[in-house]
């Protein structure tokens, strides 16, 4: 079984800093990793993933997380935000080599973007 | 190409009633999974579904149940309604690939 800890259920920053949303996780076999996205009233989207290779993954906005093993953690962090980044953050991985592709998610960061 | 869709966007039932919600997976895919997010929390798994049957189940209780049809359409279907039944019900599809796309969900009230 696997358990996902989003360290922060909220983080307001200014328009322009840097943010840092925390995420480990707990899993006795390997896992991929994922961050998904949640605008208000909307579903889920996905904003970046893990699978193999490189720790270091990159998102089309701006957003990058690195997989951290001995730490089990995938931390996912952008530069200088923007308010239209104001949104619910989930941090989720299922089962490598699993024959379904079952999700477990944390509980979410609200990122507030203020100006 | 059409994502996920799902419907209704927003259902109000009473406790005892029974719902059923449906969801269209993205085109191509034949995986659908059913997750709960109540208020103020992350998605929780409900079930999965692969060629018209039930592969994985979370922990939910039986009013929960299920259906694919040979389309790759599902449903999902509650009965006896609790009040602790309110939450938004994500439909998610899949084929192969590690990833999974979502609906914008069904906003199930129960009074």
Redesign the interface.
């Known amino acids: 079984a696997q358990s996902?800890t989003?360290l922060d259920s909220q983080v307001p920053v200014f328009e322009e800093a840097p943010v840092e949303l925390r995420c480990n996780y707990s899993s006795s076999v390997s896992v991929?990793l994922?961050w998904?996205v949640q605008y208000p009233n909307?579903?889920?989207?996905?904003l970046l993933?893990y699978?193999s290779g490189s720790t270091l993954v990159e998102s089309i906005n701006g957003f990058e997380a690195e997989f951290n093993k001995s730490q089990t953690s995938f931390h996912l962090r952008k530069p200088s935000v923007h308010i239209s980044d104001t949104a619910e953050y989930?941090c989720?991985v299922?089962e490598v080599g699993g024959?379904?592709?079952?999700?477990?998610?944390?509980?979410?960061t609200l990122l507030t973007v203020n100006p | 190409d059409a994502g996920v869709t799902q419907s209704p966007t927003h259902l109000i039932k009473t406790r005892g009633q029974q719902v059923t919600l449906r969801c269209s997976p993205k085109s191509g895919h034949d995986t659908v999974s059913w997750y709960q997010q109540a208020l103020g929390q992350g998605p929780q798994f409900i079930f999965q579904y692969y060629e018209e049957e039930e592969r994985q189940r979370g922990n939910f209780p039986d009013r929960f149940s299920g259906h694919q049809f040979p389309n790759y359409s599902s449903e999902l279907n509650v009965n006896a309604l609790l009040l602790g039944d309110s939450a938004l019900y994500l439909c998610a599809s899949s084929f192969q690939e590690r990833w999974t796309f979502f609906g914008e969900g069904s906003r199930l009230t129960v009074l």
């Open positions: 996902v989003q991929y994922f998904y909307q579903g889920l989207q996905l993933k699978l989930f989720a299922s024959s379904n592709y079952k999700l477990t998610f944390g509980k979410g």
